[in-house]
């Protein structure tokens, strides 16, 4: 009897969660059960976006015209110099076949110096005494100046391969800067050996130096992209090591030759950058350029997530009185996440979301 008062009772709990679902679905019968979102109103601009560098507009190689060793450094890499001041000393060192050149040169001039001298010596005297004619005297007077400096040059170039230096040689192993800049490199330290600049040589550079004043972004340009840019376009480059500071400038500079990377034509392009105030900071920062091709604002725009690609066509799911019906879109243009809808949608439809 128990049993069957308990069977009733679970009965009747049963047909009472029936009815309450019966009844919830006739409730919700008719209405929206679709998620869905609305297309928005929105700038679009579609940019291409270039990586490159921030170098200084003019770099400079000091290089040395003599051979021999580094001797003294007289600037730190990060100082900033002047035109004209001195950079390093460098010690001359000389092959022995060429030393003993220069003792024979020496030694030969110096025995012409010494007999034109004692020459005009005599010739002097007899001029004094109106022995000999003016023009003799002028012949010897002539022979003992030339014979002077050609002694004089030669004992400078010894004395400068022997690493012996006076003020007033000519010749100097001191080696200055050709223009203002901040030091950037010093490739050669104290005790290096250093190649002379010739006509079959570049030489070794003793420093690199730039005005970090005037820098600019370099980078390159995949031969797809290179059609869309020209000269004058506004750029904005984002430096993201100084908290993706952006600097507003124009492209200055595109290369009329490409060359090979990983298998692509790439070319280079330039655009200047001058911040006040970094100039010590910028040498050398990574930076991505960013270049708007076309801009649209206040269009009727959409993720391209929700569209539904078929042939040559792409369609939306809208829902229309609480039905899914697809609608052919015209896209327009796209910034990789939105896109522009031209025709075939309207605000405030309601496009279908799948989950």
């Known amino acids: 009897m128990m049993t069957k008062k308990v069977t009733v009772f679970l009965g009747c709990i049963v047909l009472v969660l029936i009815i309450l679902v019966v009844v919830k679905s006739l409730k919700n019968k008719g209405k929206n059960q679709y998620k869905t979102i609305t297309p928005t109103v929105r700038t679009i601009e579609r940019k291409i976006i270039f ?17 021999g060793v580094m001797e003294q450094l007289y600037v730190r890499v990060g100082d900033h110099i002047a035109k004209g001041q001195a950079i390093a000393q460098i010690k001359f060192v000389s092959e022995p076949k060429e030393y003993q050149s220069y003792l024979r040169r020496f030694q030969i001039a110096e025995a012409q110096y010494e007999n034109s001298k004692n020459n005009f010596e ?110 004058g376009m506004p750029v904005k480059i984002i430096i993201g090591a100084l908290n993706n500071l952006e600097v507003n400038t124009k492209l200055s500079l595109i290369s009329p030759k490409g060359a090979f990377r990983d298998g692509i034509a790439k070319f280079d392009i330039e655009a200047d950058v001058i911040i006040a105030g970094q100039e010590s900071m910028l040498a050398g920062f990574s930076a991505n350029a960013e270049i708007v091709l076309e801009r649209k604002d206040s269009i009727l725009s959409l993720e391209e997530k929700y569209f539904i690609f078929r042939n040559d066509s792409i369609f939306v799911e809208i829902v229309d009185n609480h039905q899914l019906k697809q609608v052919k879109i015209i896209p327009g243009i796209s910034d990789g996440i939105h896109t522009e809808i031209v025709s075939g949608l309207e605000f405030p439809s309601q496009v279908h979301v799948k989950e």
């Open 51 to 67: 990586p490159g560098m921030i170098v200084p507009s003019k770099e400079i190689e000091i290089k040395s015209t003599i051979s």
């Open 122 to 231: 005599r010739n002097e005297i007899l001029y004094g005494k109106k022995v000999i004619a003016k023009a003799d005297y002028e012949v010897a007077l002539t022979n003992y100046l030339t014979t002077k400096a050609e002694h004089d040059a030669a004992l400078k170039e010894l004395q400068f391969v022997e690493g012996i230096q006076t003020e007033a040689s000519g010749i100097s192993n001191i080696i200055y800067s050709t223009d203002d800049g901040a030091v950037l490199e010093l490739p050669i330290k104290e005790g290096g050996s250093i190649m002379a600049r010739g006509a079959f040589s570049e030489g070794s550079p003793i420093a690199k130096i730039a005005n970090l004043d005037m820098l600019l972004f370099k980078g390159m340009v995949n031969e797809a992209d290179i059609r869309k840019i020209k000269i």
